[in-house]
C-alpha cells in the first residue's frame, strides 16, 4: 500500500508518495494550487503533474490514502471544490483528505507530535493543535486586512513609511530611498502612478521585505520600528492562540522565508520569549509534503513508528 501526501502553495506544489513504513517511493513538482487564486483548471492541472511525477514507478491503484494541504483549503466550500478534483485524479480505492497548509506544516514540523505553527513568509498564519485534538487557528484573513508581521505586511508598511518620510510625517532615512530603488522611480512625483497605475501585487510587496530588513539589521531607525512592530504581532498571534487552547509552555515551530533572514528570525524569537517565556522554539523535524502523508497514513489508521519519521527526513528538505 502507498500514501500520498501534497503540500500545495499560491506558486509551488510539492507531492510526496511513499510506503506504509515511511519508505520515499517517488517526488513531483509543479506549479500553484491555491483554489482561491487558481482557476479549477489550473488547480486540476497542477494536482495531476505532480502526482504523475511522484507515482510514476507504481500502480495508482495501491495508493489507499492521500492528504491535500493546500493553502486557501481552510473553508468547507473550498475543500468542496478541490474534492471534486481528487475524486477525478484518483480512484475510488484512495481515502482522500484535504486540510489547509497550516496543518500539514505543523503535523510535519513537529512529527505528528502537538503544538502550535507560526507561518511568515509573503503571508503570516498560526495554528495550533492539543494531544486531545482540539485546534485553533490566528491570523490568516489575508493581506488586505491581516498578514501582520508577513513579507507583504513589511512592504506595506514601508511604502507607508516611505510617504510619510516624504511629505514630513516621519524624519527621512535611508528606507525612503531603497523604496524609490526597488520601485524603479526617481522622483517621488511618479509614486502614485507606480502604485496605483502600474500596481503592486502581494507577492511584489513581499520582495521588498528583505530590503528592509537589511536596513534594520544596518541600524536604520525605521526599518527596525516596522521590523519591531512586525514580530510584535506576531508574538502575539502565538499567545493567542496558546490562550485559546490552553497551553501554558506551548512548543513553538518557525516556518516561512522570513525566518532565513537572521535580523528577522533574532527579532522574533526575542519577541517570542518576552511575550511567552515558557515557549519552547523549535525548528521544523520533517517538510509540510512529509507532514501531509503522516495525515494519509493517519486517515486509514496506520501506525507510525519513529523509523517512519527518520524515513521521512530524506524528503525534509528536498
Known sequence: MYALGIDGGGSRTRALLCDAYGQIIGEGLSGGT?????????????????????????????????????????????????????????????????????????????????????????????????????SAKCGDWGDLVDDVGSGSWIGLRALQACVSQTDGRLTESLLKQAVMGFLKIDHMNTFKARIHDSGLSRSERARLAPIILNLASAGDAASIAIVAEGVGSLSNCVFSTSRQLGIKAPSVLLSGGLLKHAYFSNSLEAALKARIPSAIITQPILSPTAGAVLMALKAVNCEISDGNIDKLKEASYS
Open 34 to 134: 491555491n483554489p482561491r487564486t487558481s482557476s479549477a483548471a489550473e488547480l486540476k492541472a497542477h494536482l495531476q503533474e505532480a502526482i504523475e511525477q511522484a507515482t510514476r514507478s507504481i500502480d495508482c491503484s495501491k495508493i489507499v490514502s492521500a492528504h491535500f494541504g493546500l493553502a486557501g483549503a481552510g473553508e468547507a466550500d473550498t475543500r468542496a471544490k478541490v474534492r471534486t478534483i481528487t475524486k477525478e485524479l484518483l480512484g475510488k480505492q484512495t481515502a482522500c483528505t484535504i486540510g489547509h497548509d497550516l496543518e500539514i506544516a505543523l503535523t510535519g514540523g513537529l512529527a505528528n507530535k502537538t503544538g502550535i505553527v507560526l507561518v511568515a513568509g509573503t503571508g503570516s498564519a498560526c495554528y495550533g493543535r492539543t494531544c486531545d485534538g482540539r
